[in-house]
């Protein structure tokens, strides 16, 4: 049982239901927390716009040393919340520690840049006059999270957000709020001061809804689907509040004939399989060459079919189990659209069977070669552990398919021409591409997708300009 973080301490949600929380390997409940109403989101949003401030106008260099030592509390607290996160998200426990280590290297980072925010001037204006230009922080951000990285995602939002000078009022998902609620008293046991950082819980619905259209938040933070994310950014119009979104993608690998086809292959598999194909930016359509399809396939079902499924907490686990039966149901009619389509099932394709696996919501690592560029496969977010592969004629039409898709958040290209190269990441509609390299998001370079894969930037001293509006001052002798 868990209350809400709100000024620095732990409140009660006072006349709100309560959600259980379950272990999607096993279905025991983990805990549960407030769906906290309206009164308790004002009560959030108002601890933040107080504690707004006095922090806007703590020196920069202060917040990012304060941000700095609550990061290095959470890495000393790893051990304690690693299991924390596995319990209610699934993921195996070498993932849930990867996970938060990444959390933890983004808060650094943007501790790092720290003593790097500045403005700009402008002199000479005209006879006497000078400008400058000032970036001011917002105010407060609402930082929506979703199930599938707690951690990674809330660490992208509260990065940027405190170190420019706003507070923060996060939701993670109902699904999974435990680990979020424990850093948020980790990081104000490390000098945080109270109301710069707290947690909401609840249903999307109620609490979400009554934070995106709260009067006094100034931006929304959200990572989620793309038809919540447009739900979002249309109550946010209404009183012409930020936003970042950071939403679906169906992201594309090329392999040409002349890649290190090993490591291509190895880069889809991991890039489909990790978190149990549950990514923004997996891989979910792979486009060979005919020259070495036959290969690429029989090594990606090879590969598929050696994964070790079990829960997250038990040793050798290589992928736990889908978030939610809703998530595994969904999944199972993108397959049966896919086969009905014409495609092949070359890996996995079922429910696994097992004593450790029939309790929980899993599903084999699944490869299916040759679904219809119109099936669902193809057309649709996939999330889950299901790979379809297509065979091309050459990169023009690998780029054309890669391209024909609502989406646009990462796309990865394995070639051993620079040219080819070069024409890809050119070419390719995505926010994000990878060359002969594995999909791994840096905190330096900045993220975010085109088309309906999202608006805004996550990442990189960009992410900074989403969280600061500028103003210009004239100054005359």
Not at 161 to 185: Q, S, W, Y
């Amino acid at each position: 049982m868990a209350e809400l973080f709100i000024d620095g301490r732990e409140v009660k949600s006072e006349g709100d239901e309560r959600l259980e929380v379950r272990d999607p390997a096993r279905q025991q409940v983990v805990g549960d927390v407030p769906n906290a109403g309206p009164e308790a989101v004002d009560r959030a949003v108002q601890a933040a716009l107080r504690a707004f401030a006095s922090w806007r106008r703590v020196p920069a260099a202060q917040r990012g040393a304060l941000l700095l030592a609550g990061a290095h509390r959470v890495a000393a607290a790893v051990d304690e919340l690693a299991p924390m996160l596995t319990a209610e998200q699934g993921k195996p426990l070498r993932e849930a520690h990867l996970e938060l280590h990444r959390f933890v290297e983004t808060l650094e980072h943007y501790a790092g840049l720290a003593r790097n925010l500045r403005g700009q001037s402008v002199p000479d204006l005209d006879d006497g006059a000078r400008g400058f230009v000032l970036k001011r922080p917002l105010g407060v951000v609402a930082a929506i999270v979703p199930w599938n990285f707690p951690t990674t995602l809330l660490g992208n939002k509260l990065g940027p957000a405190l170190i420019t000078g706003n507070t923060v009022v996060a939701k993670p998902d109902e699904t999974t709020p435990f680990v979020t609620l424990r850093i948020a008293e980790l990081m104000h046991d490390a000098g945080l001061p109270a109301g710069v950082f707290n947690v909401v819980t609840g249903l999307g619905e109620v609490t979400g809804e009554a934070l995106i259209r709260h009067p006094d938040v100034r931006k929304v933070a959200f990572t989620g689907s793309t038809p919540v994310g447009k739900h979002v950014m249309s109550a946010a119009a209404d009183r012409l509040a930020r936003v970042t979104l950071e939403l679906g993608g169906s992201d594309p690998l090329i392999i040409c004939a002349d890649a290190d086809v090993d490591a291509a292959i190895s880069a889809a598999s991991m890039g489909r399989f990790f978190n149990c194909g549950q990514a923004c930016l997996a891989i979910k359509r792979v486009y060979v060459e005919d020259a070495v399809a036959d290969r690429v396939v029989e090594q990606l079902a090879a590969k598929a079919g050696r994964l070790q499924l079990g829960p997250g907490d038990v040793k050798g686990t290589q992928i736990g189990p889908m978030h939610s039966e809703e998530g595994r149901d969904l999944l199972a009619a993108q397959l049966a659209d896919g086969v009905a389509s014409g495609g092949e099932v070359v890996a996995g394709g079922d429910l696994p069977d097992g004593e450790d696996l029939t309790k929980g919501w899993f599903h084999a690592p699944t490869v299916v070669a040759e679904p219809s560029h119109d099936s669902r496969l193809a057309r649709e977010e996939t999330f889950g552990p299901v790979l379809p592969v297509w065979r091309v004629s050459d990169l023009d039409e690998a780029v054309e398919r890669a391209n024909d898709s609502p989406f646009g958040l990462g796309s990865s290209v394995w070639t051993s021409d620079l040219r080819k190269a070069t024409y890809a990441m050119e070419a390719l509609d995505a926010g994000y591409t990878w060359v002969n390299s594995r999909t791994k998001v840096y905190d330096e370079l900045p993220f975010g997708g085109l088309k309906e894969s999202g608006y805004g930037k996550e990442h990189g001293i960009e992410a900074l300009d989403f969280y600061q509006e500028a103003k210009s001052v004239v100054v005359r002798d």
